[in-house]
């Protein structure tokens, strides 16, 4: 039985391991992508792709593949087109709870959206879920709709937005920050007055950056820029964009480029055409390679030198504006190789990656399936010394059985008249079969009282017993001053009809080694059984049992 456990309990480990490996693989990878999505999405993105949303079972894990995923491509500035599974990440942790990862997924479903120019559904969507959010949510989510907003160039909505945030800002400086975006969608709505008021009130806040510090030219220079998008307010942002040049010490060039450029374009919209011109020769004198490193703005600058020559000379030249527009192709085309130079290098990362992962997998499989083989290996090497162990240990008893046995049959061809011990043994043993085996073949084995002796202890029916208890007990009564007869009376329905036996045969005088060959036990069964009877009787460990029960009193039938 115990073997047949172990090989049941070993073919059950070696069919489960495989699909715990499996299913625990798939949880690992989506783990791992989802931990480092936000900071190396190429990474994530690569990981996922060796797992096939189909052969997930689990809804939680086919939640976290689709908001993954999805992450990966908004963090990589892909499209989120074929992200059709995020609808299934949004039901899956609204029903479960889950807050932030719902808010993520609709997030992204609203991207989604976006990607397939469903922009009115995408604001719907987040736009349903702000007041029923906590504050740090709402800001959460009216930020997102701010981004929507500025991209679509939707001024009106990102003024409502901003207000938003204005009303949900934890201090004077966060409110600030956002009153400060206020003033480009101003000015865009052709509110110049407003964004000029705001711009005035802004300053005088509490709050406010103080003059001359850095936040306080940041924002002059934001007020600047917003007052040069209309002729009207060019040249109030001509003046505000000059004090700060002025006030501007130990700027490096490429700095000083960053506010020259935008000097050209106001100086130009105010009609001060030779302010405008002096500027790009400011910028053409500046040590500075921002235009190598940034190209697009070198063919900005050429294009407004274009317009200032136009406007000096009254004639356009075709040439150089078409040689601007062909730079601006150019630039546009090295920006695209580089997008698919960068593709091509994630897909070709991506290519080893998976290569090196399969001969990772290829090698704990070779190692599972060896450890596998192993263990099945110590299993069967465990269950055969075990076998054998067995098969020893039932031999030595059944020889050890044999040469009591042997003794016994020896005792009782010697004239005792006088011995009662002798006597019993004699009597109880002329019954017993296989004596008769013995003295027959005395110097061989007999094959019947092998099978016998081996079997002892696999049996307690009385019609395989050796001794034949109802004639024995009457002998034993004889002889022993009716000890059989006492026991029954004063231990009733106490002591087993096997402790009994053993009792009986202790008080005539056998050894434990006989008792177990003439009961059919083992020796250690004999033992148990004794140290059960001291336990019923409430004897000491090494007091004696027969010493205790023929000196005691009769007593009145009770233990």
Same mark, same amino acid.
């Given at each position: 039985?115990i ?6 309990y070993?073919?059950?480990l ?5 699909? =715990?490996?499996c ?18 999405p190429d990474?994530?993105?690569?990981l ?11 809804k939680?894990l ?13 963090y ?19 029903a479960?709870?889950?807050?932030a990862?719902?808010? %993520? ?7 989604h959206?976006r990607?397939?120019? $469903? ?21 959460q #989510?009216?930020q997102?709709?701010?981004g929507?907003s500025f ?5 009106a909505k ?5 207000d938003?945030?204005?009303?949900l800002?934890?201090?004077?400086s ?5 009153e400060?975006k206020?003033?480009t ?23 406010a950056p ?5 936040? =306080? ?6 007020y600047?820029?917003?007052?040069g ?8 942002a ?16 490429d ?14 919209n105010s ?9 790009t ?8 390679d ?13 294009f407004l030198?274009i ?7 009254g004639a ?14 150019k ?8 997008r698919?130079e $960068? ?5 070709n990362a991506?290519?080893l ?9 290829r090698?704990?499989?070779?190692w #599972?399936?060896i450890?596998l ?5 110590v ?10 162990h067995?098969r $020893?240990?039932?031999l030595? %008893? ?10 016994l ?8 008249p ?5 006597l019993?043994?004699k009597?109880?043993?002329l019954?017993?079969d296989i004596?008769r085996a013995?003295a027959e073949?005395?110097?061989?084995h007999?094959?019947e009282a092998?099978?016998?002796i081996?079997n002892a ?7 395989d017993a ?7 007990y009457?002998v034993i009564?004889e002889?022993?001053d009716?000890?059989?007869a006492?026991?029954?009376?004063d231990y009733?329905?106490?002591?087993? %009809?096997r ?14 080694k006989?008792i177990?060959?003439?009961?059919q036990q083992t020796?250690n ?6 140290t059960?009877i001291?336990?019923?009787l409430?004897?000491?460990?090494? %007091?004696?049992?027969?010493?205790f ?5 009769p007593?009145?039938?009770k233990?």
């Amino acid at each position: 039985m115990i073997v047949n456990s172990i090989i049941r309990y070993a073919l059950i480990l070696f069919c489960l391991l495989p699909l =715990w490996s499996c299913g625990g693989k798939e949880s690992r990878l989506l783990e791992t992508s989802a931990r480092i999505v936000d900071e190396r999405p190429d990474s994530a993105y690569m990981l996922l792709k060796n797992l096939d949303f189909n052969n997930l079972k689990d809804k939680k894990l086919k939640a976290d593949y689709a908001l993954t995923r999805a992450k990966a491509h908004m963090y990589m500035g892909r499209s989120l087109v074929t992200d059709t599974l995020l609808s299934q990440a949004v039901d899956f942790y609204k029903a479960v709870g889950d807050t932030a990862s719902h808010i %993520e997924s609709v997030i992204a479903q609203a991207n989604h959206l976006r990607s397939l120019e $469903r922009k009115d559904e995408a604001w719907a969507l987040i736009d349903s879920l702000v007041n029923d959010m906590p504050c740090d949510i709402q800001r959460q #989510l009216n930020q997102v709709l701010l981004g929507f907003s500025f991209s679509d160039k939707d001024n009106a909505k990102a003024l409502m937005i901003i207000d938003r945030q204005i009303k949900l800002a934890h201090d004077g400086s966060e409110r600030l920050n956002f009153e400060i975006k206020k003033i480009t969608p101003l000015v865009t709505l052709n509110r110049s007055k407003d964004a000029v008021a705001l711009c005035d009130s802004l300053f005088a806040l509490p709050d406010a950056p103080e003059e001359g510090s850095n936040d =306080w030219l940041y924002m002059r220079i934001n007020y600047a820029a917003a007052l040069g998008e209309h002729r009207e307010t060019s040249p109030q942002a001509v003046a505000i964009l000059k004090d700060v040049l002025g006030r501007m010490k130990n700027v490096p060039s490429d700095k000083l480029v960053e506010f020259y450029i935008p000097m050209v374009n106001l100086q130009l919209n105010s009609g001060n055409i030779n302010e405008a011109t002096k500027y790009t020769y400011l910028v053409d004198s500046l040590d500075s390679d921002i235009f190598d490193r940034d190209p697009v703005a070198a063919s900005y600058l050429e294009f407004l030198k274009i317009v200032l020559d136009y406007e000096h000379n009254g004639a356009l030249s075709l040439s150089r504006l078409s040689n601007t527009a062909h730079s601006l192709r150019k630039v546009s085309n090295d920006l695209e190789v580089k997008r698919q130079e $960068r593709d091509d290098a994630l897909e070709n990362a991506y290519d080893l990656s998976r290569s090196n992962y399969e001969l990772t997998i290829r090698h704990q499989h070779l190692w #599972l399936f060896i450890i596998l083989i192993m263990l099945v290996g110590v299993i069967i090497v465990t269950i055969i010394f075990f076998v054998a162990h067995r098969r $020893r240990q039932k031999l030595i %008893e059944a020889e050890e059985r044999i040469e009591a046995l042997e003794q016994l049959a020896m005792a009782a061809t010697k004239p005792s008249p006088d011995d009662k011990q002798a006597l019993l043994k004699k009597t109880l043993l002329l019954q017993i079969d296989i004596i008769r085996a013995f003295a027959e073949a005395p110097t061989a084995h007999n094959q019947e009282a092998l099978k016998k002796i081996s079997n002892a202890g696999n049996s307690d029916s009385e019609t395989d017993a050796l001794v034949n208890w109802s004639e024995l007990y009457p002998v034993i009564d004889e002889l022993y001053d009716n000890f059989h007869a006492n026991l029954l009376n004063d231990y009733p329905g106490v002591l087993s %009809e096997r402790e009994i036996q053993i009792l009986c045969l202790l008080r005539a005088g056998f050894s434990t080694k006989e008792i177990g060959v003439l009961i059919q036990q083992t020796s250690n069964s004999v033992y148990v059984s004794k140290t059960s009877i001291r336990k019923k009787l409430g004897l000491l460990p090494k %007091e004696d049992f027969i010493a205790f029960l023929t000196t005691r009193k009769p007593s009145s039938g009770k233990a």
